[in-house]
């Protein structure tokens, strides 16, 4: 359905440079390291693991451990 908005005859010269024997891998971009505030990245979550370690060293074993989704939107949540 997106075919036409992806424009993927710009990823052509990736494609191109990944097969064997053309250039050497090592050389093509660059690597970034994405920031542990980008929701859903892994550096992200090892954070959030470690902020609820840090909860539970300081203030002992939770008795429950309750999850829920919320939309910030809601009034309740907003007040």
Known sequence: MNQSSLRADLYNG????ILP???DISA?????????NLLGN??????LCQDF??????F?????????TANPSWKEIQD
Do not use: E, S
């Open 28 to 36: 093509l971009g660059w690597r970034i390291v994405l920031p542990n």
């Open 53 to 58: 370690m840090a909860i539970v060293r300081y």
């Open 42 to 47: 892994n550096r992200f979550m090892q954070q």
């Open 21 to 23: 024997d053309k250039v």
């Open 14 to 17: 990736l494609a191109d440079a």
């Open 60 to 68: 002992g074993k939770p008795n429950l451990y309750i999850t829920f």
